[in-house]
T-cell receptor, first 111, second 114 residues
Framework: AQKVTQAQTEISVVEKEDVTLDCVYETRDTTYYLFWYKQPPSGELVFLIRRNSFDEQNEISGRYSWNFQKSTSSFNFTITASQVVDSAVYFCALSENDMRFGAGTRLTVKP | NAGVTQTPKFQVLKTGQSMTLQCAQDMNHEYMSWYRQDPGMGLRLIHYSVGAGITDQGEVPNGYNVSRSTTEDFPLRLLSAAPSQTSVYFC?????????????FGPGTRLTVL
């Protein structure tokens, strides 16, 4: 069965610190997709990234970077030089037969 | 494009009442789905549809019905609301094949059942 674990319930950092959000997944499939979504205080869900199981290249988008390691079944998300606007709940998700989300990590960035 | 729209934004029901949460998308997406979000549990899939006339159950389907008569609309019906259904409900859509494609979410409906 597919499962996503985000062990960090809440993280608090001071602005300009780097922060890594962990995501560990379980799946029996060899083909699957991993996602990260952001949910700011306004409540909407914002797509950040999609990665398929055959592409282990790390990706960087501005201050965001993602590290996908199949050997450890992890898909971690790092924010460099965090800003107050990064404060949100971040969800990792796995798409196998259907979409399964982790419980989310609430990130608070203090000025 | 309006994207994915949901109505109402807020709703309060009494136990036993019925209601329909509306969801519409104007992106011609084949795949649509409903999730509920509860504190500490992330989003859980209720029902989904891969196209007009086709629906299937997700992880937590009990207490909910859906239908898909058009590509654009995917309403979620609560036949007899229970306090356990107090939650935030999100509708999402994507191109054919939820597995591979990015889902776009509506703004959510906050439902309280007293």
């Amino acid at each position: 069965a597919q499962k996503v674990t985000q062990a960090q319930t809440e993280i608090s950092v001071v602005e300009k610190e780097d922060v890594t959000l962990d995501c560990v997944y379980e799946t029996r499939d060899t083909t699957y997709y991993l996602f990260w979504y952001k949910q700011p205080p306004s409540g909407e869900l914002v797509f950040l990234i999609r990665r398929n199981s055959f592409d282990e290249q790390n990706e960087i988008s501005g201050r965001y970077s993602w590290n996908f390691q199949k050997s450890t079944s992890s898909f971690n998300f790092t924010i460099t030089a965090s800003q107050v606007v990064d404060s949100a709940v971040y969800f990792c998700a796995l798409s196998e037969n259907d979409m399964r989300f982790g419980a989310g990590t609430r990130l608070t960035v203090k000025p | 494009n309006a994207g994915v729209t949901q109505t109402p934004k807020f709703q309060v029901l009494k136990t036993g009442q019925s209601m329909t949460l509306q969801c519409a998308q104007d992106m011609n997406h084949e795949y649509m789905s409903w999730y509920r979000q509860d504190p500490g549990m992330g989003l859980r899939l209720i029902h989904y549809s891969v196209g007009a006339g086709i629906t299937d159950q997700g992880e937590v389907p009990n207490g909910y019905n859906v239908s898909r008569s058009t590509t654009e609309d995917f309403p979620l019906r609560l036949l007899s609301a229970a306090p356990s259904q107090t939650s935030v409900y999100f509708c999402a859509s994507s191109l054919a094949g939820e597995r591979a494609n990015t889902q776009y979410f509506g703004p959510g409906t906050r439902l309280t059942v007293l």
